[in-house]
């Protein structure tokens, strides 16, 4: 990889930063890209005579070289000579510069050291300084905490006013208040129990039973005037006070990691409303979770904190290793599972994660999930409301089943992605997607109408999916465990046995049907409702389609075992104990677990993480083998019919967000010519022709002119404008500081006075040497903002070799040169439209 010049910095330290860099980051984004959340940015391009490249390119040319070692007498001050401060800093719609700000801590860090040996209080400020990342993490994840446990209580209590109030302690939801009255346990096999404490609308204003048909239908109207109040009053809080709030917020997270910068997306207002909003959005009974919107919160509260840290405040490099620990602490306590947090980090969203982020991302989640437990949301000292601990066996003939699974999940989840973008797509422009609270009321007024009269529907998701986990066992009244009388040791008793269980009772089949109605419902539900204009997540509704999926399999699969018992292959599901204790043959609480990893699976395509937080769901590591068999399956199967990437990655590439995922690889096999060629060369691709400077002609007012015409984020360097010989690279940022600071500074700098990005030369620098310019105005050096060592590609390079540099280096473009002369420049927004014209 040829350089433009020699750098100051020496070949170790050179090794050392490359070795540290992330492996990926994002870059360009067109400016439509973000219309769904903010005002879109200015057009950019690379040359002010090629439009199509101005509407295209943004992030465009800017220095992610290694600088020279003049550079390191300034970092994070301002600079001795041009009086521009490196603040480390960048704009709205930024790609972060990962080299320069890994750079820049490192050279931070070496001067702590260097005072650390010469006085006590460096020693201690070293101390300190390597102390500030545990403290920040530990202060996030209390942060997250908190919370997570004041979403989980208020959205208990919300979606339960929906149907009902305690009158004696109206603060409290139904589960609580039954609780108090010590009227039933309110587990997951009692969940239609009595509770006399607990007053349904019609019974609190008429004294009249909720189920008479008299009362039914005003139990309805206030279920939907309930729900639509709530979705009304979190759409018009995300419109008016924090349009980043809607939405899940893991693709936008994703983008951040990645290296991208969007303002305001991690801020308090954004905090606060998304917060409350994901309270009324799932009180409101809308397909949707909290859990996916906790990482954004969490995420919240990492960036809130970090500012209060300049060792990350001023370095976004290293600000996104504690938004990395953040998205960690933000699944630990949304699903209570520490260990599936640090690993959903990992593999899912974030792409510079080095050895220190992952103890500190453990320790993170570990508190937060620690202060979620003391917080006890639930009352009942679990971490998340549908908690198993089953220890049932699991037999090997059940691998089929599991399998089953899987597919299904895989299906499901293409279908979603597919169906889910094409609609979004859509939304943005049709008329939906110019009244985004309309379109809410429509949903929310729709998913209450036809939830009601179906019991399975009409009760929280979070509640449906507990209720669907539980096993059933001998003393069961559930419907969904009504497989029939028999007899136990001379009694009748409700449950399961093989000797004399037939066909499962009415109530069975009438469960099974709703549960059939329920999964169509919950499909066809989420799909409008992910997308709209409030805070939503994809968790909850994607494990309830799962374990609806499951529980109806595994019901059925009772229903053939038990009257089979004595026959191969069920006499292997059905032991004589099991039996003679009116113990079901095959437990339908797993295959509904087991579906719900796969339809996860499916829609995320996550597996180590899935599996990882499934597990800490049970408890027990029983399950580990049909989870990851169902985890796997159904990440084939999605992958195989949409493709790789889950609907995170769809939504990425629907906004236009410039992430480059690490699956995606040129087809060696691809049919296509020129530029879209998989063979295709660095020249073939690059942008060109290129707005330059030059090394020492250009004036003042001519560079304000190219500033104002061209709205890049830096410039290549070049000798002469009949030589384009490759000098080095100037960013936009600099630039500017540099010359208002001079323009201020020096009354003598003026439009007509020469800028020099070089050296001045000796000739010029003794006037008498230069008559033609002795009486020319003072000249400008601005060398020291020159990075000297782009990085650069030959146009003979192949362009998987290039996809790979931007993957590995975390790159914003990288310059094409020939022998030296510059030819053009490659972008991420270019190594983007390659990867989707071969696709």
């Not at 693709?251 to 290296?259: D, M, N, V």
């Not at 046995?497 to 169509?520: E, F, M, Q, T």
């Not at 499934?614 to 408890?619: A, I, Q």
């Amino acid at each position: 990889m040829p350089k433009a010049a020699k750098s100051g910095i020496g070949r170790q330290e050179t090794d050392s930063l490359v070795a540290s860099l992330p492996s990926a980051a994002g870059a360009d984004a067109t400016a439509g890209s973000y219309q769904a959340f903010a005002p879109a940015p200015r057009p950019v391009g690379l040359d002010s005579e090629d439009s199509a490249a101005e509407e295209e390119t943004e992030d465009a040319a800017a220095s992610v070289g290694l600088l020279r070692d003049q550079t390191a007498k300034f970092p994070g001050t301002a600079h001795s000579d041009t009086g521009a401060t490196d603040d480390g800093q960048y704009d709205d719609f930024e790609t972060i510069d990962w080299l320069k700000d890994i750079g820049r801590h490192r050279r931070r860090r070496r001067e702590l050291l260097r005072r650390a040996r010469e006085t006590w209080r460096g020693r201690l400020t070293v101390l300190v300084d390597g102390l500030s990342g545990w403290l920040c993490v530990g202060l996030i994840a209390i942060a997250a905490g908190l919370v997570a446990g004041i979403v989980d209580v208020g959205t208990a209590w919300m979606s339960d006013l929906r149907e009902g109030i305690c009158p004696g302690a109206f603060w409290l939801n139904r589960e609580q208040c039954c609780w108090s009255a010590n009227d039933t346990a309110m587990d997951a096999a009692n969940e239609e129990a009595a509770c006399q404490q607990w007053y349904p609308w019609p019974e609190l204003i008429f004294d009249a039973s909720a189920t008479d048909p008299q009362n039914y239908a005003l139990q309805y109207s206030l279920y939907v005037t309930w729900s639509l109040l709530f979705a009304l009053l979190t759409a018009t809080l995300v419109r008016s006070l924090a349009p980043y709030a809607c939405g899940s917020g893991i693709p936008e997270i994703k983008t951040i990691l990645s290296g991208f910068v969007i303002r305001g997306y991690l801020g308090w207002w954004t905090l606060l409303v998304k917060s409350l909003g994901i309270m009324l959005a799932v009180a409101s009974g809308l397909s949707l979770g909290k859990e996916g919107p906790m990482v954004h919160m969490a995420a919240c509260c990492g960036n809130i904190i970090a500012r209060l840290f300049p060792k990350y405040n001023r370095n976004e490099a290293k600000k996104r290793e504690v938004l990395s620990a953040a998205a960690a602490a933000g699944v630990s306590i949304a699903f209570g599972a520490p260990l599936g947090g640090v690993l959903f980090s990992l593999e899912e969203a974030s792409y510079y994660f080095p050895l220190k982020t992952l103890w500190r991302s453990f320790f993170c989640s570990m508190v937060a999930a620690s202060v979620l437990k003391l917080v006890n949301p639930f009352g009942n000292d679990h971490l998340v409301l549908f908690a198993v601990n089953y220890r049932s066996a699991w037999s090997a003939l059940e691998v089929g089943p599991f399998v089953l699974l899987g597919i299904l999940g895989g299906l499901f989840g293409a279908g979603f992605v597919k169906a889910n973008v094409w609609l979004c797509r859509r939304r943005k422009l049709g008329a939906l997607g110019r009244h985004p609270i309309a379109e809410v009321a429509a949903v929310a007024s729709l998913t209450a109408l036809a939830a009601f009269p179906n019991p399975y529907t009409r009760m929280g998701t979070a509640r449906l999916v507990r209720l669907l986990f539980s096993r059933c066992g001998p003393e069961d009244v559930s419907e969904l465990c009504d497989f029939g009388a028999v007899a136990v040791n001379g009694t009748a008793t409700t449950g399961t046995g093989a000797a004399v269980v037939v066909a499962g009772d009415a109530r069975l089949d009438a469960a099974l049907w709703k549960l059939s109605i329920a999964y169509l419902f919950k499909i066809v539900a989420t799909v409008f409702t992910f997308g709209i204009k409030v805070p939503s997540g994809l968790f909850i509704p994607s494990l309830a389609v799962g374990a609806i999926a499951g529980r109806i399999v595994g019901s059925l699969l009772e229903q053939l075992a038990a009257p089979n018992a004595a026959y191969f292959p069920f006499n292997r599901l059905c032991s004589a104990a099991a039996v003679a204790q009116g113990q079901p043959c095959v437990n339908s609480g797993l295959y509904a677990m087991v579906g719900a990893a796969a339809a996860l699976g499916g829609v995320t395509r996550m597996t180590l993480s899935l599996v990882a937080i499934m597990l800490e769901l049970t408890g027990g590591l029983e399950y580990s083998l049909p989870l990851m068999i169902a985890a796997l399956t159904s990440k084939w199967v999605g992958d195989g019919l949409s493709g790789g990437g889950g609907i995170y990655e769809a939504h990425i590439r629907l906004n236009g967000y410039p992430f480059l995922a690490s699956w995606e690889r040129p087809a060696a096999d691809a049919a296509a010519a020129d530029v879209d060629d998989a063979s295709a060369l660095a020249g073939d691709v690059m942008r060109r022709p290129l707005r330059v400077l030059r090394q020492a002609e250009d004036t003042v007012d001519e560079i304000n002119r190219l500033l104002a015409e061209c709205q890049v984020n830096g410039f290549p360097v070049v000798l002469s404008a009949d030589y384009h010989y490759l000098i080095g690279f100037v960013t936009r940022r600099d630039l500017v500081m540099a010359i208002e600071y001079y323009r201020k500074k020096d009354d003598s700098i003026v439009g007509q006075s020469v800028v020099y990005f070089a050296d001045t030369p000796a000739a010029f620098a003794d006037q008498s040497a230069a008559p033609s310019r002795r009486n020319s105005p003072k000249q400008l050096n601005l060398s020291r903002i020159v990075d000297l060592a782009p990085i650069a590609v030959t146009d003979q390079t192949p362009m998987f070799v290039v996809l790979e540099m931007f993957r590995k280096l975390g790159l914003r473009q990288t310059l094409v040169t020939r022998n030296g002369r510059l030819l053009g420049v490659i972008t991420k927004k270019d190594a983007l439209r390659y990867l989707e014209n071969l696709s």
